[in-house]
C-alpha cells in the first residue's frame, strides 16, 4: 500500500483539496460540478474518459445499486450518481480518502446518493446479493489475495449482475521502473497476467462478457492528449494527494509502453 498512501490525516487532505479548488477558481461555496473536478478526483488510468467508457461497456442505469471498492475521492463515484442518476455506495480503506471524499459528495450536492464506507475489499461489510454492479478502477494492483476479492465481488452481486472494472496486469517482463503510482517497491504490487485475472474470474463462478487489453490505446491517448494549463495541472491534480506524482507517472508510463504492465478492463457476469 506504500505507494497509495496519501501520508495526510483527514483534516489535512480537506485543507489541501479546498486550498486546491480555490487556486484554480473554484468556488466551494458554491455547488460545484463533478466534472470540474476530474483532474483531482479520478486517480486511475485514463482519467474521465477511462469512467466514461466503462459506464458505457457496464450498460449501468438509473435504477442500478452500484458498489464501486476502493473508491479514492469518489470522482467516479460522483460521475455515475450526476450522469447516470444511480445511487453508489463506496468501500474505502484510508480514512483520509473517506474524509475527503465525503467532503466531495458535500460540495458538490451528491451526499444523498452516495455513501462512504471505511473498510477492506476482502471482507466486504454488505449482505450477499445486495448490487446490480460492482465497480472497480485501478485497485486490484494493492490486493494479493484475488481468489478471495473476487469470491467477495462475487457474493454480493445480485445473480446476472456486473463486475466492471480496470486494473493493470503483468507483462510478459517483471516491473523494473519504482515507484509506481501503486507501489513505492516491488512488494507493495501484486499484479497478475491478464490470462491468471481471466482464470480466476473464471473459477470464482463469473462468466466473461467483455475482457480488453487497452494498454495500446492508453500509450497513444497519453502521447496525443495536450496537457490542461500549467497553472491548473500543477494545483487541481493527484498531486493534491500523491508524492512524486511526475516520477511514478513517468515509471507507469514507461513500464506500459515497454510492455511490464498491461492496462486491461472488463465486465464479468454473476451467475
Ligand atoms: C489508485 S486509487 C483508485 C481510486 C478510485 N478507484 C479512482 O479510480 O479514482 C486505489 C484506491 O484503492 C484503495 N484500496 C486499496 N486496497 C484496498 C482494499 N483492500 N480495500 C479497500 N480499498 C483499497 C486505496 O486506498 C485507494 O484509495
Known amino acids: 500500500m506504500a505507494g497509495l498512501e496519501s501520508h495526510y490525516s483527514?483534516?489535512?487532505?480537506?485543507?489541501?483539496i479546498l486550498a486546491a479548488l480555490r487556486a484554480v477558481g473554484l468556488n466551494p461555496e458554491q455547488r460545484l460540478l463533478p466534472e470540474a473536478l476530474a483532474a483531482l478526483d479520478h486517480?486511475?488510468?485514463g482519467g474521465l474518459r477511462a469512467?466514461?467508457?466503462l459506464i458505457k461497456l457496464a450498460k449501468?442505469?438509473?435504477e442500478d445499486r452500484v458498489l464501486d471498492i476502493g473508491a479514492g475521492l469518489a470522482g467516479p463515484a460522483r460521475f455515475l450518481a450526476s450522469t447516470i442518476g444511480c445511487r453508489v455506495d463506496c468501500l474505502e480503506m484510508s480514512p483520509d480518502f473517506c474524509a475527503g471524499a465525503a467532503l466531495l459528495n458535500r460540495l458538490t450536492g451528491l451526499d444523498d446518493k452516495i455513501q462512504m464506507h471505511r473498510g477492506s475489499a476482502l471482507n466486504l461489510p454488505f449482505p450477499d446479493d445486495s448490487f446490480d454492479v460492482v465497480w472497480m478502477q485501478n485497485v486490484g494492483m494493492n490486493i494479493a489475495d484475488k481468489r478471495k476479492l473476487y469470491a467477495e465481488i462475487y457474493r454480493v452481486l445480485k445473480p446476472g449482475g456486473?463486475?466492471?472494472?480496470q486494473e493493470m496486469a503483468a507483462g510478459k517482463m517483471a516491473t523494473s521502473y519504482f515507484p509506481l503510482p501503486w507501489a513505492t517497491d516491488p512488494a507493495d504490487s501484486c499484479l497478475v497476467s491478464a490470462e491468471g485475472m481471466r482464470a480466476l474470474l473464471d473459477e470464482s463462478g463469473f462468466m466473461l462478457e467483455i475482457f480488453d487489453d487497452t494498454s495500446d490505446v492508453q500509450v497513444t491517448a497519453a502521447a496525443v492528449s495536450s496537457p490542461p494549463p500549467a497553472a491548473a495541472k500543477a494545483q487541481l491534480s493527484l498531486g493534491?494527494?500523491?508524492d512524486n506524482l511526475a516520477q511514478k507517472a513517468g515509471n507507469a508510463k514507461r513500464s506500459l509502453e515497454e510492455g511490464q504492465i498491461r492496462l486491461v478492463r472488463g465486465v464479468f457476469l454473476a451467475k
Open 10 to 16: 483527514a483534516r489535512d487532505i480537506e485543507a489541501r
Open 43 to 45: 486517480f486511475h488510468t
Open 51 to 53: 469512467s466514461r467508457e
Open 60 to 62: 449501468i442505469q438509473a
Open 162 to 165: 456486473r463486475y466492471a472494472f
Open 240 to 242: 493534491v494527494y500523491v
